[in-house]
């Protein structure tokens, strides 16, 4: 579990409760891959709350390519929530296994926010987490090189879904194409291709079965220029 995943399991548990002892609704749907959470433009009216499976938040460009800017565990916040004022969400949410998703309507969360502190405590803690988050993404689009972009984006990917084995090996839990990680660092599936061939000559990392395995993690802190 990452760094920030212990927390914010134990916060997002604690607001769905807070909301439960309130005798606030919220309505828990499951979703098959491929299905539409919701899409980019759309009213931003609820809160979104990931409770199982994996989600993709995108933008599409150019035409036909897509940028991927999150991909999402279970308790995993996401939807543009604003209290004030008309929000829209800004990306399109898709599930890309099976998921189970809660989502509680924004006339609630304010009514929640309003009279009960801890609510407001939590939901600002979510916030906030959310936003570290994305800072540490947007972290790997600063170099110009596809190599370092990787370098940067596959620890991040080994710390939401990574599984550590008995060697130190970690073994990223999603099945991610090439086109999926170029979407994610803003560059080209040729590019990318080259990089991860690159990397797995030098034993820095392996693919199997479309799940890549992180072995050298001193080389590729290296490569991130960390």
Known sequence: MSEYGEVQEAE???L????KGMGIASADRIYKPGDAIYRQGEHGDALYVLTSGVVKLFRPYSGSKEATLRLLKPWDIFGHLAFTGEARQRAYAEAVTECRVTKVPKIFMER???RNPQAALKTMTLLELRLVQYEELVKCLLPRETEVRLANLLPILASKFGDRDAEGRITI???LTHQDLAAMVASTRESVTKVLNDMRNRGVLEIESGRIILKDHAALAR???A
């Open 112 to 114: 929640a926010v309003r």
């Open 16 to 19: 769905l409760e807070i909301l």
């Open 12 to 14: 997002c548990r604690a």
């Open 223 to 225: 490569l991130s220029g």
């Open 173 to 175: 839990d999603l099945r």
